[in-house]
């Protein structure tokens, strides 16, 4: 865990826990161990910490976290009595850093007396995205040393910094080029004491005058930017407790605040969140086709069709990463307009610092628009992002698998059309996969890949590589009309939908949805997604299953449906864009949505119409009611084998719809209520609303629920006897 060894009149302690030295029990004994060991060798005259394998430490052993007694118990060895054991050390401890030194890792560091870095190292504290602080005294050290302001920023923010920029702001004290080791080695041999100041405890917080005035402004902006969460405000606290406390004084208060924050439900889903998001793209279908052993083909070129906003997006996430694209459109008016509109976000990106005019200028160098799609013969993948319409989308895949070499993968942007029915269109539906982005795909992580019952391994492969090289955060499902995204979201939408025919007005339901931690209302995504979007997707599946829709509709085979949104799409509402949908807005395209009485009129008179008397609906009705339906249609997905655990739904819902992490996804608050309630619940609400499938309780949801225990989110697939996909 902890490997001594002596070089000349150095120890070098070497953390080694794979893959990233995380800070388990067992390596902090072995540090503390290793540092005594030293201390008592009298021809040891100083010593030096470093990282095996590709990091120093990621910081604390997040795994071991659920154990709060652990770290409150005055028993065994924890970050704070090594951290004391390095800091009042007699001989020089040195900090050898590369790849990431975070949280607890930078603790470590800041016990220590030196520090040193390779260039490429990153310095952070990361804690806040996991609802907690920097609770071995990184919140009273760091401000010691950066002072006041740019703790708190990287402390609350949660953002590593750069070798070159933690030197500039003095945490370390050297970069060092080549070997590690050595040039620590040889820092080491050159010191003998360890000076006063080098004790960070002793030293104050420089540049701290205006430290009421920057907690103020920073309180505002959490509040406004981080609302609900509680762990950066107490983050911004902690800091606080440097400037006003004594250090003996501030880490009790750190300590205060760290156990506030690691004893509640916020951390929980905070913490599963970090974990889900990483099973989420372990895929697995079977032994011989999964994510360890499946070869991808590398993209070396790519060809995107469709140069609207979603394809032009996509094309910018390629373009990013160094992926040289082929752009096409049918037309060069519309391929103009897509140019501009990329080189539009790439100017965005070059107003907010992310690149330079120069580096824009290079990336434009590996977009070639073109009209013709047979330009597209040799690239290595394409992403077809034109109308949502099965048959053009079949016309266009036939093409493609005419044009392109053989081993070309065909992707479809698709978001709720069957994949092996775009497949069926080609000679290769191996090669045929979905690849879901959110819009505004440029910006949001989640790329929800699907794979067909024809999609090879191969193919799956490298599209879960591809999404990791273009900085996604990929999930795999199974296809199926919706996939696991709009599936489960048509539940929770339709839902909210129905809570407004019954008594709710729009900006009072989204009300609701933001205080519970929704970056958005329900009808301000639809105003910002577009109702004539909504509207033509429900007629072409009215179309497509033989029935017809009108705005007097109440009932589709049976099953409830309510017509306000195709009453606010024929009165010309079609959403941001056209300044008016759900909401008013300033202008067209504006972002400031305002309540407007017109809309309020529809719904009043769509109810007087029909004579359904309007009612006062709780804020828990509403809750319930969207997000239980959503779950149940959680629970189908697994049942159907679309999804193959819970966490790829619930980071779908984090990174495609922003549910809040603080809850960690829709399936982790399910299991935060009790299953065996929300279950009760679904079958009130069935007894209430029977003319509404999905009140009926998924079968797999009623197994858990009935088998009288707590069954922990990990162990929800054991009742899922016959899902059609094999799972971890
Ligand atoms: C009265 C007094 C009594 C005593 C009181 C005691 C009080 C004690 C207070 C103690 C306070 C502790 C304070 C410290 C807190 C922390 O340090 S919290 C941890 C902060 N660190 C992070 O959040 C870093 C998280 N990790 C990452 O950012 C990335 O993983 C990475 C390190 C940059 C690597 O990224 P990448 O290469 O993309 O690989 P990944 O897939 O992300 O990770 C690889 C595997 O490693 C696992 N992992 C990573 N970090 C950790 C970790 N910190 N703990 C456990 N596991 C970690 C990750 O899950 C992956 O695992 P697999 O999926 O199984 O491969």
Redesign the pocket.
């Known amino acids: 865990m902890a490997e001594y060894k002596e070089i000349d009149s150095v120890a070098v302690i070497e953390l080694k826990n794979p893959?990233?030295n995380?800070?388990?029990k067992a390596l902090v004994t072995g540090l503390n161990n290793g540092v005594k060991r030293a201390i008592d060798n009298p021809r040891i005259k100083s010593i030096v910490l470093i990282g095996n394998g590709?990091?120093f430490?990621?910081?604390?052993?997040?795994?071991?976290?659920p154990r709060v007694a652990d770290?409150?118990?005055?028993q065994g060895v924890?970050?704070?009595?090594v951290g004391d054991v390095i800091e009042s050390c007699n001989k020089p401890v040195v900090s050898a850093i590369h790849?990431?030194c975070?949280?607890?890792?930078?603790?470590i560091a800041l016990f220590s007396h030196y520090r040193l870095a390779v260039q490429s190292a990153?310095l952070g504290?990361?804690?806040v995205?996991?609802g907690?602080?920097?609770?071995?005294n990184?919140t009273q050290r760091l401000p010691r040393v950066v002072g006041f302001e740019v703790a708190m920023d990287m402390i609350v923010s949660?953002k590593p910094v750069s070798a070159p920029q933690a030197l500039q702001y003095g945490i370390l004290d050297k970069i060092v080029d080549g070997d590690l080791l050595t040039a620590a080695v040889q820092f080491a041999k050159t010191l003998n004491t360890v000076p006063h100041d080098r004790r960070l405890k002793n030293v104050p917080v420089p540049n701290s005058e205006n430290a009421n005035k920057h907690f103020e402004e920073k309180l505002a902006k959490i509040k406004q930017k981080q609302r609900g969460y509680i762990a950066p405000i107490n983050c911004l606290k902690a800091v606080k407790a440097s400037v006003d406390l004594p250090y003996s004084e501030g880490v009790t208060k750190e300590?205060q605040l760290?156990m506030e924050l690691m004893s509640s439900a916020q951390a929980r889903g905070q913490q599963y969140s970090?974990?889900s998001e990483?099973?989420a793209?372990?895929w697995y279908l079977s032994a011989s086709k999964n994510y360890k052993v499946s070869k991808d083909i590398p993209v070396k070129t790519a060809g995107v069709i469709g140069a609207g906003t979603m394809g032009s997006g996509i094309a910018v996430s390629l373009l990013t990463s160094g992926i040289p694209v082929i752009l096409v459109e049918q037309d060069s008016k519309n391929l103009e307009r897509g140019i501009e509109l990329i080189k539009s976000i790439l100017q965005g990106g070059v107003k907010l610092k992310r690149m330079t005019q120069s580096q824009m200028n290079q990336i434009l160098q590996i977009l070639q628009p073109t009209t013709k799609i047979e330009d597209l013969q040799s690239v290595d993948l394409i992403i077809e992002a034109v109308f949502e319409n099965l048959k053009l989308k079949q016309e266009l895949f036939s093409k493609l698998d005419k044009i392109c070499k053989r081993d070309t993968v065909l992707c479809s942007n698709t978001s709720t059309l069957d994949i092996d029915k775009i497949a069926k269109s080609t000679s290769r539906p191996e090669k045929v996969v979905g690849t879901h982005f959110f819009a505004p795909a440029h910006i949001m992580p989640l790329l929800e890949n699907v794979y067909g019952n024809h999609t090879s391994a191969e193919t799956i492969a490298t599209v879960m590589k591809l999404s990791k090289k273009i900085r996604k955060i990929p999930v795999l499902v199974k296809t199926c009309h919706g996939f696991v995204a709009n599936r489960t979201f048509f539940e929770y939408s339709q839902e909210l939908r129905f809570v407004v025919e019954e008594g709710l007005l729009p900006n009072e339901v989204d009300d609701i949805l933001e205080d519970f931690g929704m970056p958005m209302g329900v009808f301000k995504v639809n105003d910002l997604s577009g109702i004539d979007v909504g509207w033509r997707i429900r007629q072409e599946q009215a179309i497509a299953n033989g029935f017809n829709l009108t705005t007097n509709t109440r009932y589709i085979n049976g099953e409830r449906y309510c017509a306000i949104a195709d009453k606010i799409f024929q009165a010309g509402r079609y959403g941001r864009k056209t300044g008016k949908g759900w909401y008013q807005y300033d202008k067209p395209g504006g972002r400031v949505a305002m309540v407007d009485p017109n809309v309020n009129n529809i719904i009043l008179n769509h109810c007087k119409e029909l004579g359904l008397t309007r009612r006062k609906i709780s804020t828990q009705e509403v809750i319930e009611r969207c997000m239980f339906a959503a779950i149940n249609e959680g629970f189908r997905c697994l049942e159907d084998g679309i999804a193959s655990k819970p966490e790829e739904i619930d980071t779908i819902w984090l990174h495609g719809f922003g549910f809040p992490r603080y809850r960690g996804g829709p399936m982790f608050y399910a299991s935060q209520v009790g299953l065996r309630k929300v279950y009760e619940r679904i079958k009130y609400y069935q007894k209430h609303f029977p003319e509404t499938s999905h009140w009926i309780a998924s079968e797999m949801l009623q197994r858990i629920a009935e088998s009288g225990r707590n069954v922990p989110i990990s162990e929800w697939t054991k009742f899922n006897p016959t899902p059609t996909s094999s799972r971890l």
Request: overall charge neutral.
């Open positions: 893959p990233a995380a800070l388990s590709q990091h430490s990621a910081g604390a052993d997040i795994t071991e976290f770290v409150t118990s005055k924890s970050l704070l009595t790849g990431v975070f949280g607890g890792g930078l603790e990153k504290f990361p804690e995205s996991l907690i602080l920097p609770g071995a990184g949660g300590f760290f970090f974990f990483r099973a793209t372990k």
